[in-house]
């Protein structure tokens, strides 16, 4: 009796120890939740709880194999943390700091995927390749990008920085800083060259093109009259 207690004293001790090196080396991640998700009630809900925290932790694990190129532990690890999690980071992916993956069911970073600070992704997004080819192959990903559910950014292009792509985009070609973009496939809108600030409302996103059919339509009723 005495033995298993021990035993659960030491397995408890442990956990303890292991997410409390979690909140450390992922303070940051920790933060940006608090930051940018209003469901985020306490500490211990968003540590133990935030899948996109846990597939972080996971891809750590498995980055660090992979670099050490220890063959087939890499992808077991970053396939068990899709399991538990429903998001695939690979091995090789690089991830900056600050990144936020809200409720990340279904998401995918591919092998070459370059992801940069303060990033957010939604369910859904897909960061993948395009075709069979070797190399970098996966999208280069700004500081401070959002992009929403379902969108899907493909092959070797670079989203620049403080960009929003809206919900279901599908993004093929580089995007410059400061933009949004959206539809299928995505068309890019400026916003004066301005930076966009951050912001969690993906309903009244401005599509370029309805923009450029409202001009038209406004200029048709003045000639008209």
């Given amino acids: 009796m005495y033995t298993c207690i021990s035993i659960l004293l030491n397995l408890v001790l442990l956990a303890a120890v292991f997410w409390l090196i979690v909140a450390v080396l992922f303070r940051k991640e920790i933060l940006a939740i608090f930051e940018r998700d209003p469901a985020a009630n306490g500490f211990l809900e968003v540590l133990l709880t935030y899948s996109g925290i846990h597939a972080l932790v996971f891809h750590s694990i498995a980055r660090t194999l992979y670099r050490m190129r220890i063959p087939f532990l890499p992808r077991w690890i970053s396939q068990t943390g899709r399991f538990f999690t429903g998001i695939e980071i690979h091995p090789g992916a690089t991830i900056g700091k600050g990144l936020f993956i809200d409720h990340g069911m279904g998401v995918v970073i591919g092998e ?20 069979k080819e070797k190399g970098k192959r996966h999208p280069t990903i700004g500081n401070n990008v959002v992009i929403g559910a379902g969108a899907k950014v493909l092959g070797d292009i670079k989203i620049g920085d403080n960009s929003y792509i809206g919900s ?58």
């Fill in 112 to 131: 070459t995927a370059v992801i940069g600070d303060n990033v957010t992704l939604y369910q859904g997004v897909t960061l993948g390749g395009t075709g």
């Fill in 168 to 225: 279901n985009a599908v993004v093929i070609k580089d995007t410059p800083d400061n933009s949004t973009v959206v539809g299928v496939p995505g068309r890019v809108t400026k916003q004066d060259g301005k930076k966009i600030e951050l912001s969690l409302d993906h309903v009244h996103v401005l599509d370029p093109l309805l923009q450029e059919i409202d001009d038209l339509k406004k200029r048709l009723d003045s000639l008209e009259k």
